[in-house]
């Protein structure tokens, strides 16, 4: 049976834009709470999120911008975060997402890739000095008419200069607005060149938004916390946008990711649902108060943005009340979700795969090289096609062609085997793959037997150059708290006899920390490079 699943069309897509959808659950509760920022304990019921964001959008409008011209927004998580997005959606202002963790080379190649007229920016954050960043860029940027700080007066007046327009400036806008008009731009992290701008629709992330949440079961009962970042898709698209469809609570627990302060929000605000990447949840599970959180509102959420240890996914059903947790799969050019677990599912599928097809999407595995479909049970790179796929790269047509094939399949460069059930495992990348002496390994096998081990916190495993065998594995551990560290002799009798030679790591590197995006994926290439020069390799 061959590698291809397509995913039910139930429940129906929705052929509107995110600003009607958004006053569709503004009329159907008016007077509940829709948006809490825990860390200032401001609250507004959907009546007053979406009177703020009509305000800020008709900002936008008095500042000249007119429908297609890009906004960027650089900040940490806080609520005119979500205020901007929206009302840029109404606005029909295309939002440009800028990574908290940029600097002013990375910030001028946005900004002037693609064409942003006005960005909305905080003046710092942590060692993020934004409003000095932005100043430093000006004369690069030719194209940036005007920077609106949020913790200056800028914020005020840019509201306050939408006074002056006519009552009904914003809605002859959002009349002219279609599902299809792009409205968001991501810049990928890439690991080699410069970063490509996916360029999504409403209908891109809004469904998506809609159908992850769909498939939690998230309802006007459920509060979700979200400390994973508002700037990537997780936290604009599958929080967010998931939310404003069902009418849930949105709870904002801190600028940015604090374990404490995370189980705080869950406990003291009784959220139903928690997202993070698997460190995330790391990071709170091994967090020295977390027994003395009151977790129990919690029955579900969504672990994401790299692939799940098992045992993290068990601590979160059995220790954080999460008894229908969902892992979903998917990344930023298919807005981004395209595999999810479901709530029903056993617990092998829900702790061992990333699920199976989403709705109104179809995925297949193919053979690499000849890109034919494989029988199920084999490795190939995954494959994605329906309404989530991105328009394309932002003004990249030559790179947009090479991640979507002419018959519409975004390739993931994910490898992965779907099993004779229609459920999906990601074995690896394409381009972590390591193939020692002509053996293929997929480093994601040994990450998962060595987490059995009592005492690895965390651990990634890698490829570096060898001589004999062209790759060897090399292994970063994180240890648990109060464990002596491990080195390549006592990693080699851990596995003797349980794991194949061959995919024995020779090198092990005992660290506190891996190197990783903003959004928790981590950064191989960047692994290899280190581990070369450390080991003195090729």
Request: glycine residues 8%.
């Amino acid at each position: 049976m061959e590698s291809y699943a397509k995913g039910v069309t139930e429940p129906s897509l929705l052929e509107e834009t995110i600003g009607a959808n958004l006053e569709r659950t503004v009329a159907a509760h008016r007077d509940r709470e829709a948006l809490v920022e825990f860390a200032t304990g401001r609250r507004w019921t959907w009546g007053e999120l979406d009177r703020d964001v009509d305000a800020v959008a008709r900002g936008l409008l008095a500042a000249g911008l007119v429908k297609g011209d890009r906004v960027g927004i650089w900040a940490p998580n806080c609520a005119e975060w979500t205020l901007t997005q929206y009302a840029a959606a109404k606005a029909g202002l295309v939002l440009v997402n800028v990574n908290p963790a940029y600097r002013t080379h990375e910030l001028a190649y946005a900004v002037n890739q693609s064409g942003m007229r006005l960005i909305v920016a905080a003046t710092r954050f942590k060692t993020s000095e934004y409003r000095q960043m932005i100043e430093a860029t000006a004369a690069e940027c030719p194209l940036l008419e005007r920077a609106v700080y949020l913790d200056t007066d800028d914020w005020a007046d840019l509201v306050a200069s939408g006074e002056q327009l006519p009552d009904g400036a914003l809605a002859e806008r959002m009349a002219t607005l279609a599902p299809e008009d792009p409205i968001n731009i991501q810049y990928t992290s890439g690991t080699t060149g410069r970063p490509k701008g996916a360029t999504l629709s409403h209908r891109n992330i809004l469904n998506n938004g809609y159908l992850v949440t769909e498939l939690i079961t998230l309802t006007e009962e459920d509060r979700l916390c979200i400390p994973v970042p508002f700037y990537h898709c997780f936290g604009m698209v599958m929080a967010n946008l998931g939310c404003t469809a069902h009418g849930t609570t949105m709870v904002i627990p801190a600028p940015g990711f604090d374990p404490e302060i995370t189980l705080r929000a869950v406990a003291e605000e009784r959220c139903t649902a928690v997202y993070g990447v698997p460190t995330m949840f790391i990071a709170m599970q091994h967090h020295p108060t977390f027994a003395e959180h009151d977790l129990s509102s919690l029955r579900t959420g969504i672990m994401a943005g790299s692939i799940c240890p098992v045992e993290v996914m068990r601590r979160c059903i059995n220790d954080m009340h999460m008894a229908e947790v969902s892992i979903a799969y998917g990344m930023t050019e298919t807005s981004p979700v395209s595999c999810q677990t479901r709530v029903d599912d056993d617990l092998e599928r829900r702790t061992s795969t990333i699920g199976q097809v989403h709705p109104h999407v179809e995925v297949k595995v193919v053979d690499p090289v000849s890109g034919r479909s494989v029988e199920r049970g084999e490795p190939g790179e995954l494959c994605t096609r329906g309404y989530s796929v991105m328009l394309g790269y932002w003004e990249d047509p030559d790179k947009t062609a090479e991640a979507i094939d002419a018959d519409g399949w975004m390739h993931t460069g994910d490898l992965a085997v779907m099993r004779e059930d229609g459920y999906c495992n990601i074995v690896g990348r394409i381009k972590d793959m390591v193939i020692r002496g002509g053996e293929n390994i997929y480093p994601r096998e040994i990450e998962e037997f060595l987490y059995e081990h009592p005492d690895i916190e965390d651990v990634q495993v890698i490829g570096v150059p060898d001589e004999k065998y062209g790759e060897e594995l090399c292994a970063w551990i994180k240890m648990r708290s109060g464990a002596l560290p491990l080195d390549a002799a006592a990693v080699r009798a851990y596995a003797d006899g349980r794991l194949s030679h061959y995919k024995i790591p020779r090198y092990v590197l005992v660290v506190e920390e891996f190197p990783m995006t903003v959004t928790g994926k981590i950064r191989k290439v960047q692994m290899r490079e280190e581990t070369a020069k450390t080991l003195g390799l090729g």
